[in-house]
């Protein structure tokens, strides 16, 4: 099994349309406040199934906005990269990915508490955080086949032997997040902020979900790529624009640190949520 749902993260999950409270039910949850339904949903991982709880905001195809098909057609990109990512399963490859940001993690910044991993995928970044300083993790990410060919990467496996380890998922946009306010000491977003469909939005969700003082940690590529260039991103921030971001969102950056040779485009930053207790 990969996937999970702990009841302690049961707990903190509320509608991520109005906020309001859940209603379990046989095959999901419903927002009594709003009529939104929220379904227990299957997926082929492997040989076998495994079930997540979908919170994606879901529009009819007749009355889609134009610019969630556009941020859909962009993200597709994406997901073709992972996908020759995953065929390819490298594990020097991968060794490499972990050296990279091995320091980031286990030097520069310590993650603890009840973490949210904002585009977490199949939630890598548990390879970094001691089981003593973590109360638990959830991933989030609007594309839960991340999981479906994970028995097929041995290498991946081998590399990152958490993942081998039931992770606690939810399928979410990160502009409308399904947990209540003041629940997170720290949420991460590493390499995803410039795949937001809204950017701001994110951000605002994220101050949201944390606790007074809580702590934002984001992992950013700042490049600028020639026009015409095929881009899986929906942005492309600059250093300026992403304290811009931070501010306009309530956090006070604390922390910077770019990322060793030959990635130092890559800068990492913690930022806390400058508010009051609630």
């Not at 977490?120 to 300083?133: D, M």
């Amino acid at each position: 099994m990969f996937i999970k749902l702990d009841p302690e993260v049961i707990d903190l999950l509320c509608c991520p349309m109005c906020k309001g409270n859940l209603s379990r039910e046989t095959h999901g949850f419903v927002c009594p406040d709003c009529a939104s339904h929220f379904l227990q949903k299957s997926l082929t991982v492997g040989d076998h199934d495994e079930v997540f709880f979908d919170f994606r905001i879901q529009h009819p195809p007749y009355c889609t906005p134009r610019t969630e098909k556009e941020w859909a057609e962009t993200q597709g990109l994406y997901k073709k990269y992972n996908a020759e990512l995953a065929r390819k399963d490298d594990y020097y490859d991968y060794l490499t990915e972990i050296d990279s940001v091995r320091e980031i993690y286990m030097q520069e910044f310590h993650l603890e508490g009840k973490i949210l991993d904002i585009g977490g995928h199949q939630g890598r970044l548990r390879h970094y955080l001691p089981e003593s300083r973590i109360t638990f993790y959830i991933s989030v990410d609007p594309f839960p086949d991340v999981f479906e060919n994970i028995q097929n990467q041995p290498n991946l496996l081998r590399a990152f032997p958490d993942l081998s380890r039931p992770c606690n998922f939810v399928a979410s946009f990160a502009e409308r997040l399904p947990f209540k306010k003041c629940a997170f000491d720290w949420v991460h977003m590493r390499s995803v902020v410039d795949h937001f469909a809204d950017p701001y939005l994110a951000l605002k969700e994220a101050y949201r979900v944390l606790k007074p003082n809580g702590r934002l940690m984001i992992g950013l590529s700042i490049v600028e790529l020639p026009a015409g260039t095929e881009d899986d991103h929906a942005f492309r921030l600059s250093y300026n624009h992403l304290m811009d971001l931070l501010s306009l969102t309530g956090f006070a950056v604390e922390k910077e640190r770019w990322q060793k040779p030959p990635w130092t485009y890559v800068i990492y930053l913690s930022a806390r949520a400058a508010k009051t207790g609630q």
